[in-house]
């Protein structure tokens, strides 16, 4: 199985609200709400932020929101922080019963 | 608190074996599904393997079926990721991670350890 396609990079301005997106098909991403996502900060282990498409776990900032359209899955990050620059990963369940991962997005605050 | 501690990580030969372990602490660990994740240095994360919560089902990654093997001891709190015909590519940080959520494989890894180091060269 190929993994879940992310932009490799994504910037925006302090402030700001930037989108990644998540591109699976209907063997994945498409068929089930069990859509997760990471944040990766260099020499860091990553730190869960989405799990279940949308739901934001206890102590990550309301500025993380997640959504699913189709095959695709967005995570959102609302006023842009300079902490927020890291790599974000998305992963998703799959028919097969494994875990399929994206290729990763790198984050930059201008 | 809440704390996974890899160990076992080292340089290895290629065609060697290696067994890497993951000491659970601070939280029920006979409750919770586990995972394996890797990372290749400056690539993006790859998922190995996944055991539950008892031992009873396992799921591998399309890449790794037939030379990675996960297991738990629910008694000691720890769980193993044995790695066998080692080759270049399995060059990686691997990281344990617990999982929780309702899908067969606990999808969401809510708590990470950091990580353990694994060079396979001659």
């Known amino acids: 199985q190929s993994a879940l396609t992310q932009p490799a990079s994504v910037s925006g301005s302090l402030g700001q609200a930037i989108t990644i997106s998540c591109t699976g098909s209907t063997s994945d991403v498409g068929v089930n709400k069990y859509v997760s996502w990471y944040q990766q900060h260099p020499g860091s282990a990553p730190k869960l932020v989405i799990s279940d498409v949308s739901n934001r776990p206890s102590g990550v900032s309301s500025r993380f929101s997640g959504s699913k359209s189709g095959n695709t899955a967005s995570l959102t990050i609302a006023g842009l922080q300079t902490e927020d620059e890291a790599d974000y990963y998305c992963t998703s369940h799959t028919r097969s019963n494994t875990l399929l991962v994206g290729g990763g997005t790198k984050v930059t605050v201008l | 608190q809440v704390q996974l501690v890899e160990s076992g990580g080292g340089v290895v030969q290629p065609g060697g074996s290696l067994r890497l372990s993951c000491a659970a602490s601070?939280?029920?660990?006979?409750?919770?599904?586990m995972h394996w994740v890797r990372q290749a240095p400056g690539r993006g994360l790859e998922w190995v393997a996944v055991?539950?919560?008892?031992?009873?089902?396992?799921y591998y990654g399309d890449s790794m079926k037939g030379r990675f093997i996960i297991s738990r001891d629910n008694s000691k709190n720890t769980l193993f990721l044995e790695i066998n015909s080692l080759r270049g590519e399995d060059t990686s940080v691997y990281y344990c991670?617990?999982?929780?959520?309702?899908?067969?494989?606990?999808?969401?890894?809510?708590?990470w350890g950091q990580g353990t180091m694994v060079t396979v060269s001659s």
């Open positions: 991670a617990r999982g929780f959520g309702s899908s067969v494989v606990h999808d969401a890894l809510d708590v």
């Open positions: 601070g939280f029920t660990f006979r409750s919770y599904g």
């Open positions: 055991i539950w919560f008892d031992g009873s089902q396992k």
